[in-house]
């Protein structure tokens, strides 16, 4: 592992739980950490809800994008946190990866993505205390 931790936070269309995983742990791990999040097959746009539940906490993706997950995100990755996309993302031998099996926030109401959002808030906080990236 790099002196900071490189994590890919991976799903099928990357417009909403992969989005909110890199988004905390931009915002948690600040300088000492490298975040992609990136998608195998990425949709048009981010999730509507997804990008409210992100502003209540007082993130704002607006600016983020959905974005096509390249060879090199992969390859520069420490660990690989898929979420929900099963044989659809490609698997890179000696990687560390992490499945998170989280609900799926497409068409899902405000309530139900907030409940994602803080399970995903959770799962980011363990995964950079446990990689020594948490900031203070």
């Given at each position: 592992m790099?002196?900071?931790p490189h994590i890919l936070f991976l799903c099928v269309h990357n417009a909403g739980r992969s989005q909110m995983g890199a988004a905390f742990?931009?915002?948690?791990?600040?300088?000492?950490?490298?975040v992609y999040s990136a998608g195998s097959a990425p949709g048009e746009?981010?999730?509507?809800?997804?990008?409210a539940a992100m502003d209540e906490v007082g993130i704002d993706i607006t600016d983020e994008s959905p974005k096509k997950l390249t060879d090199q995100m992969a390859r520069d990755a420490d660990v690989i946190i898929t979420m929900g996309c099963g044989d659809e993302c490609p698997y890179y031998p000696g990687k560390r990866y992490d499945d998170w099996e989280l609900t799926d926030p497409a068409g899902q109401p405000l309530e139900?993505?907030?409940?994602?959002?803080d399970d995903i808030k959770r799962r980011?906080?363990?995964l950079l205390h446990e990689l020594g990236a948490l900031a203070q």
């Open positions: 790099s002196d900071r742990a931009r915002e948690l791990g600040t300088n000492r950490v490298v746009t981010l999730n509507r809800a997804v990008v139900v993505v907030r409940g994602v959002r980011v906080s363990e």
